[in-house]
């Protein structure tokens, strides 16, 4: 919609959960029952390797897979780059390595 100010607004994101396909989530839960300690701290992102030279954004793709957009989250997964830092910094524990491949196995059968 255009205004006297030259501007436009742009329509709200909204997710609709009970829309979205969650099993991703539920197999996640289930295979890295560490991956549900995730408090979104963001200190897997900033150590990142494949995060400073790509988009690649572990706690984004983690919320992705929660919210159930998955289509997303298996367009991103291919940038990870494996190398465990994300797991040596983690102040909760959670095994993101094991979670990647967890997801890439997921992906690669999904079809995603």
């Avoid at 989530?25 to 150590?47: E, F, H, K, N, R």
């Avoid at 995060?51 to 919210?67: E, H, P, S, W, Y």
């Avoid at 997964?77 to 830092?85: I, Q, S």
């Amino acid at each position: 919609m255009n205004n006297i100010w030259g501007f436009t607004i742009s329509s709200a994101r909204v997710i609709d959960y009970d829309k979205n396909d969650r099993s991703f989530a539920q197999y996640m839960t289930d295979t890295v029952p560490s991956s549900q300690l995730c408090i979104g701290c963001g200190g897997c992102t900033a150590t990142c390797t494949a995060g400073a030279l790509t988009d690649f954004n572990i706690r984004k793709l983690q919320m992705l897979v929660k919210r159930g957009e998955n289509r997303e989250a298996g367009e991103q997964m291919h940038k990870c780059m494996l190398c465990g830092k994300c797991l040596l910094v983690c102040p909760r524990g959670v095994d993101t390595r094991r979670m990647i491949f967890a997801m890439l196995k997921y992906i690669d059968n999904q079809k995603l």
